[in-house]
Nanobody, 124 residues
C-alpha cells in the first residue's frame, strides 16, 4: 500500500498559475506510474495527466496540453502538476493516483491508490 496526499490547491484568478503536489508514503515511489485526475462540480472524474516511473513518459488530456506540466522527483517521493494559464473550466477537485503497471495508464480504473483530493477554484 502507498498513501498519497495532495496539496497546493486553492483559489486563483483566470490566467494565473498553481502547482499541485502529490506526496507519497513509500520510499519506492519510483516504481509507480502516477496520474492526475479531476472532478468538476456535478461532473464525472476525468483524466488530466500521467507520468511514467522515471518521468521519461508523459500523457496529457487535450484540454490541458500546452498549459499543464506533470513532473516527478522520486528522491522526494513526490509528483507535481504545474498548472498555467488557468481557466474557469479547470475548477475541480484534483486527485493524484498511482499504480504499479509497467505501461503508462490514462484510465482511472487502472490506478490502485488514490489521494483524497485538493480543491482548485478558478475565478473569472
Amino acid at each position: 500500500q502507498v498513501q498519497l496526499v495532495e496539496s497546493g490547491g486553492g483559489l486563483v484568478q483566470a490566467g494565473g498559475s498553481l502547482r499541485l503536489s502529490c506526496a507519497a508514503s513509500t520510499r519506492t515511489f519510483g516504481n509507480y506510474n502516477v496520474g492526475w485526475f479531476r472532478q468538476p462540480p456535478g461532473k464525472e472524474r476525468e483524466f488530466v495527466a500521467s507520468i511514467g516511473r522515471s518521468g521519461g513518459s508523459t500523457s496529457y488530456a487535450d484540454s490541458v496540453k500546452g498549459r499543464f506540466t506533470i513532473s516527478r522527483d522520486n528522491a522526494k517521493n513526490a509528483v507535481y502538476l504545474q498548472m498555467n494559464s488557468l481557466k474557469f473550466e479547470d475548477t475541480a477537485e484534483y486527485f493524484c493516483a498511482a499504480d504499479l503497471n509497467y505501461r503508462l495508464a490514462m484510465s482511472a480504473g487502472e490506478y490502485d491508490y488514490w489521494g483524497r483530493g485538493t480543491q482548485v477554484t478558478v475565478s473569472s
